[in-house]
């Protein structure tokens, strides 16, 4: 499984010593329920297998290792994702991990796009930030036609 790998790696769920703490990005909803998450040196979710708080976690979270460009429409990737060359591959087959991944976050986005802007902007914000980004090869808006 694509994923499994994540529970060993966390390194999106770590902030290297050097840097400073990394505020995630939350919805207006995950604020109320959440306050505030921020990752000093390890996200305080983080257990021993993974996220702790599962299905439950912030979006932000959920999108990684992709990041979304609202003001070009644009999907990118975290290049230091160890995942990046299998996902990348995986796109080709639409019934993939990956591909369902995608289609998940591209939908998610979508309703996002109505809602709530203005985390769309602050979350690329802050992903530029601490990531390294490429822009990811393919575009659901146009590849898929989910406009």
């Known amino acids: 499984m694509l994923f499994d ?4 790696c966390q390194r999106c769920c770590h902030v290297d010593e050097d840097y400073p703490p990394l505020e995630v990005t939350l919805t207006r909803q995950e604020k109320t329920v959440y306050g505030s ?5 390890r996200c305080e979710h983080l257990g021993p297998v993974g996220c702790q708080l599962a299905e439950a976690k912030p979006v932000s979270c959920k999108l990684y290792p992709l990041s979304y460009a ?3 429409r644009s999907f ?3 290049v230091e994702c160890p995942l990046k060359s299998v996902y990348f591959e995986q796109l080709a087959n639409p019934d993939s991990e990956a591909s369902l ?3 998940r976050m ?3 986005i979508q309703n996002l796009e109505h809602t709530d ?3 769309l902007a602050t979350n690329y914000a802050i992903d530029l930030d601490y990531f390294e980004l490429e822009v990811l090869p393919v575009n659901p808006w146009i590849d ?4």
């Open 5 to 8: 790998h994540c529970a060993q």
């Open 37 to 41: 998450v921020c990752i000093e040196t």
């Open 76 to 78: 990118h990737f975290d």
């Open 106 to 108: 591209a939908e998610m």
């Open 117 to 119: 802007q203005a985390f």
């Open 144 to 147: 898929r036609k989910l406009k």
């Open 70 to 72: 609202p003001q070009t």
């Open 101 to 103: 991944h995608f289609s």
